[in-house]
């Protein structure tokens, strides 16, 4: 059984940062990719950062040069480095990756349980 576990959340100041980290249960052969979802009350979840298998990075319009998105190790499988955070960027942020079991293996997709960021002015 494989869990994601955000951490790292909290409220903060505007202009302060924030670093969220993946931690994965399990044993995971490699890391496909890892993104990062935001999600407010009552709105659809939506893509903030996606970290592809090639290294390719995308982000948000929004966060484009506040947020960096990086793979961690073997446990710690990813990071959202938040910067100059905003009162906009308040959202419970989700972790998602593409975990793989052994060598040549499928990827599957897991989702985190979220951990909430709150940002006053």
């Known amino acids: 059984q494989v869990q994601l576990v955000e951490s790292g959340g909290g409220s903060v100041q505007a202009g302060e940062s924030l670093r969220l980290s993946c931690a994965a249960s399990?044993?995971?052969?490699?890391?496909?990719?890892i993104a990062w979802h935001r999600q407010g009350p009552r709105k659809q979840r939506e893509l903030v950062a996606h970290?592809?298998?090639?290294?390719?990075?995308l982000y948000a319009d929004d966060v484009k040069g506040r947020f960096t998105v990086s793979r961690g190790d073997a446990q710690t499988i990813g990071f959202l480095q938040m910067s100059d955070l905003q009162p906009e960027d308040t959202f419970k942020y989700y972790c998602?990756?593409?975990?793989?079991?052994?060598?040549?293996?499928?990827?599957?997709?897991?989702w985190g349980q979220g951990t909430q960021v709150t940002v006053s002015s």
């Open positions: 998602y990756a593409g975990l793989r079991f052994r060598s040549g293996g499928r990827t599957y997709h897991f």
């Open positions: 399990g044993n995971i052969f490699s890391v496909d990719d």
């Open positions: 970290l592809l298998g090639d290294n390719t990075t």
